[in-house]
């Protein structure tokens, strides 16, 4: 079995997210893709949207694909979350599957420096998306600088979308239409009219 594990903050979902898993899926020739939106980032700041806002984002947003699916692992543990623990409790569950842990060009200079990063890579190849405005012949040199032979790069096209525009966006009651789901659009605008996001 071929299992992607694709994480991040998802704060909210947008269609660049869904590029994303739809390369790795046909690259990869997955069986299984699993979202896992992160709980208490160790790394970044918190997201703006709680764990179940996004977890329900998230599952409406790849409604109809019964093979992906999207793991609270993250947003249940109460901790700040570490990627090659995540990986370990899904090698658990799907034992005896190759595991791909999906993540963008611009994190992987840096992932030496992730905690153990070798924990990481003895459950998982790093399944890298690679878009404009990085060589490929630049991404893999660092490719083998940092995980030899445990890496494979993804070519997608690059999508105007991000997190950041799809809430500004909303605030400024614009159309979603070209940046999310619809599905995703209605649990916004749900949110934002809700008491609790007064």
């Excluded at 599957?97 to 990063?117: C, E, H, I, K, Y």
């Excluded at 998306?129 to 490929?136: K, L, Q, T, W």
């Excluded at 600088?145 to 009651?173: F, K, N, Q, W």
């Amino acid at each position: 079995m071929r299992v992607g594990v694709l994480g991040g903050r998802f704060d909210p979902p947008h269609f660049g997210h869904l590029m994303v898993a739809q390369s790795a899926w046909q690259h990869l020739s997955l069986d299984k893709l699993i979202f896992v939106p992160v709980g208490i980032p160790a790394d970044r700041p918190a997201p703006q949207y709680d764990g179940d806002l996004r977890v329900a984002m998230v599952s409406a947003a790849i409604s109809g694909r019964p093979e992906w699916s999207c793991s609270r692992t993250e947003i249940d543990r109460g901790r700040p979350s570490y990627t090659a623990e995540t990986l370990e409790e899904i090698a658990n569950d799907y034992p005896g599957a190759d595991l791909w842990f999906v993540m963008g060009a611009d994190r992987l200079q840096g992932f030496s420096g992730w905690r153990t990063p070798e924990r990481i890579l003895s459950r998982a190849r790093l399944a890298v998306i690679s878009r404009d405005g990085i060589a490929p012949m630049m991404l893999e040199a660092i490719a083998d600088s940092v995980a030899p032979g445990r890496v494979d790069i993804l070519h997608t096209e690059d999508l105007d979308a991000s997190s950041t525009m799809v809430r500004e966006r909303l605030a400024a009651g614009g159309a979603l239409n070209d940046l999310v789901p619809e599905s995703v659009a209605r649990l916004l605008s749900a949110h934002k009219d809700s008491p609790d996001a007064r």
